[in-house]
């Protein structure tokens, strides 16, 4: 994953707030985040034989008041840094995640009302097949959809992992690509030899839990290619009791030659861990100078009723 990212949110939804002035009882940003890429439109009217359209979606109206009132990512849930220094204008990023939103003015008419008459929300780029999707945008689509995760096949899925690990450990992963190898689906090298085998148990569900028989091959693995260290990565919710226990002892164990074993299980929960380091990296080029300089040169609240036909299916 070190090529250049994607931002999570790098396009943008305008919309026409009015002088509405909401005030929420809570901080629920669960109506509008769960439909971060599918607002609801009405034609506003045609321009050279091209439709155009304005976002009239209560949904929207609310997160933009929930955004400017509370000042918490509808992803995350962390606070976010005010990016705007323009007077009444709010203008909000999540640096860890990359969402972005606020309410403010439009560049030409910003001195004719005091209080800002639109709004906007960071555009979420919506996956058609996940199988297809880059690795970017898997990070991005499962921080907001972790239940879709074993929706990926396991030969995706393999591949997707590594790139996760390269993040979560900071050191080089080789997958086998399509080549299988006695059950390991990739490894970790230490000075051109191989240290660290994996497996990765990509189940169709993640309910129940890693049975300690997989532990054993995997420990059988270890011994048979004279590798100390091991990873299992599975996306049930849990390894069972006797798994653990097996991998605590194998962990404990010393063989002549090799040294001291180490044998690590990661879980459904570890792979979140693992989205939530990856999904920082992807955020890192969302910073709020980047989007204050996409703010400078678009006027991020404008075009509001003249959203094209082309930007909206254009995600």
């Not at 074993?261 to 992807?282: E, F, G, P, R």
């Amino acid at each position: 994953m070190d090529n250049p990212r994607i931002a999570l949110f790098d396009k943008w939804w305008p919309i026409h707030i009015g002088t509405e002035q909401m005030l929420l009882d809570a901080d629920d940003p669960d109506v509008w985040s769960r439909n971060l890429g599918d607002p609801i439109f009405k034609e506003s009217g045609r321009s050279n034989g091209k439709r155009y359209f304005y976002i009239d979606d209560t949904r929207a109206n609310r997160e933009v008041h929930r955004l400017t009132q509370y000042q918490t990512c509808a992803i995350c849930r962390k606070a976010m840094t005010q990016v705007s220094d323009i007077e009444d204008e709010v203008l909000l990023l999540c640096t860890d995640c990359g969402y972005w939103g606020g309410r403010g003015f439009r560049e030409w008419n910003s001195h004719l009302h005091s209080v800002p008459l639109r709004g906007v929300i960071g555009r979420y780029k919506s996956l058609l097949d996940l199988d297809e999707a880059s690795t970017d945008y898997l990070v991005s689509h499962l921080r907001r959809y972790p239940e879709a995760m074993t929706q990926i096949s396991p030969f995706r899925a393999e591949k997707f992992v590594v790139d996760l690990l390269k993040d979560y450990l900071g050191c080089e992963v080789q997958a086998l690509g399509g080549r299988k190898d006695g059950g390991v689906d990739a490894y970790i090298l230490a000075n051109d030899k191989i240290r660290t085998i994996i497996q990765i148990k990509w189940r169709e569900t993640r309910k129940g839990a890693e049975s300690v028989s997989t532990v054993r091959e995997v420990a059988g693995t270890l011994l048979a290619r004279d590798v100390p260290n091991g990873i299992i990565i599975s996306t049930r919710e849990r390894f069972s009791n006797d798994a653990k226990k097996e991998a605590e002892y194998i962990s404990s164990r010393s063989v002549q030659g090799l040294g001291e074993l180490s044998l690590s299980l990661y879980d459904y929960h570890t792979i979140l861990d693992m989205l939530q380091i990856s999904n920082a990296k992807l955020a890192d080029r969302w910073t709020p100078k980047k989007l204050m300089e996409l703010h400078d040169k678009f006027c991020v609240f404008d075009g509001a009723a003249m959203i094209s036909e082309d930007y909206i299916s254009n995600h």
